[in-house]
């Protein structure tokens, strides 16, 4: 069974750093990503990496700010995000893909994250 399990989420300042953590369990991925939803808009794309071998992507929005990666002895991705915005703001979802490409196949519960200003 897979399970992916997001942790770190919490109530930071404008301009604070947060580190979230994805334990993956249950599969060999391809690629892992972060995904965020705001308040009364769509699920968007943040980041993401291919598991195995090199190859990190980013959203416009986050490129330079938030960084992606792994421990593979852990299975475990994290996202650290810096400099955050008030526009940082939103329920952030791990997500986990068996192809190369196409659509995620899992999915974590997410994890508040709230920037106040």
């Known amino acids: 069974q897979v399970q992916l399990v997001e942790s770190g989420g919490g109530l930071v300042q404008a301009g604070s750093s947060l580190r979230l953590s994805c334990a993956a369990s249950?599969?060999?991925?391809?690629?892992m990503g972060w995904f965020r939803q705001a308040p009364g808009k769509e699920r968007e794309f943040v980041a993401a990496?291919?598991?195995?071998?090199?190859?990190?992507y980013y959203s416009n929005s986050v490129r330079g700010r938030f960084a992606i990666s792994r421990d593979n002895a852990k299975n475990t991705v994290y996202l650290q995000m810096n400099s955050l915005n008030s526009e940082d703001t939103a329920v952030y979802y791990c997500?986990?893909?068996?192809?190369?490409?196409?659509?995620?196949?899992?999915w974590g519960q997410g994890t508040q994250v709230t920037v106040s200003s």
């Open positions: 997500a986990a893909r068996l192809q190369a490409y196409g659509k995620y196949d899992y």
């Open positions: 249950g599969s060999t991925f391809n690629y």
């Open positions: 990496l291919k598991w195995i071998g090199a190859g990190t």
